[in-house]
């Protein structure tokens, strides 16, 4: 049995800050930080700042796609 810590660490998926979430999403960063402020995103609040997990917004917009117009999103945006 190996002593290695890294066999058994989790692995993290990296968080989005808003413009990389925005351009993700085709919108802008003002727009996506409303959305996040107001529960109608998931985001995380990390201190003063919001973050975003690109497959918890894939898994919101396979969801509602229409949440912010299909014409403007799609979630073949998203990194797999």
Request: charged residues 30%; positive net charge; glycine residues 4%.
């Amino acid at each position: 049995m190996s002593n290695n810590r890294t066999e058994s660490a989790p692995q993290f998926e990296p968080l989005l800050d808003d413009e990389e979430a925005a351009a993700l999403l085709g919108i802008h960063p003002k727009t996506l930080q409303r959305l996040a402020r107001t529960d109608r995103i998931p985001a995380h609040r990390i201190g003063r700042f919001w973050r975003y997990r690109a497959s918890e917004l894939d898994a919101w917009l396979r969801r509602s796609p229409n949440s912010l117009g299909a014409d403007r999103i799609s979630a073949a945006n998203l990194p797999a």
